[in-house]
């Protein structure tokens, strides 16, 4: 995929995640990782196919029957920090500041999912 077309699907990425993942909702939020994680899955890079992973891992934890909010937090933290990663790396060099802001945000929704589900 040209890095034009990373770079407006990324933009399509943070724009959905703006708003909160839990306003995203599953039937939205389950075909944008399917996406992402095929994209990164065939890049043949193997840092983009660690986050690829944690995609599937997300897709998983998804599941509304056994759904748990901490491990879901716990697993955008986790993609977050993969994809500044990822950003600081020579593949992202053409997007990456689209990667740190979609990276931040991942993990900012992360943190604040696991700490609504923790407090008492």
């Given at each position: 995929?040209?890095?034009?077309?990373?770079?407006?699907?990324?933009?399509l990425?943070?724009?959905?995640?703006?708003?909160?993942?839990?306003?995203?909702?599953?039937?939205?939020?389950?075909?944008?990782?399917?996406?992402?994680?095929?994209?990164?899955?065939?890049?043949?890079?193997?840092?983009?196919?660690?986050?690829?992973?944690?995609?599937?891992e997300?897709?998983?934890?998804?599941?509304?029957?056994?759904?748990?909010?901490?491990?879901?937090?716990?697993?955008?933290?986790?993609?977050?920090?993969q994809?500044?990663?990822?950003?600081?790396?020579?593949?992202?060099?053409?997007?990456?500041?689209?990667?740190?802001?979609?990276?931040?945000?991942?993990?900012?929704?992360?943190?604040?999912?696991?700490?609504?589900?923790?407090?008492?």
């Open positions: 995929m040209a890095a034009k077309d990373i770079g407006g699907a990324l933009d990425t943070v724009a959905s995640l703006r708003e909160g993942v839990l306003r995203l909702g599953m039937e939205a939020a389950l075909p944008e990782i399917s996406a992402w994680e095929e994209r990164l899955a065939a890049s043949g890079d193997p840092d983009l196919k660690a986050v690829a992973g944690t995609l599937g997300l897709k998983a934890q998804l599941d509304p029957s056994g759904l748990d909010p901490v491990s879901v937090g716990a697993l955008l933290i986790s993609l977050g920090d994809v500044e990663r990822v950003a600081d790396a020579e593949i992202g060099e053409r997007v990456g500041d689209k990667l740190s802001q979609l990276g931040a945000l991942l993990g900012e929704e992360g943190a604040a999912l696991t700490d609504r589900t923790t407090r008492v």
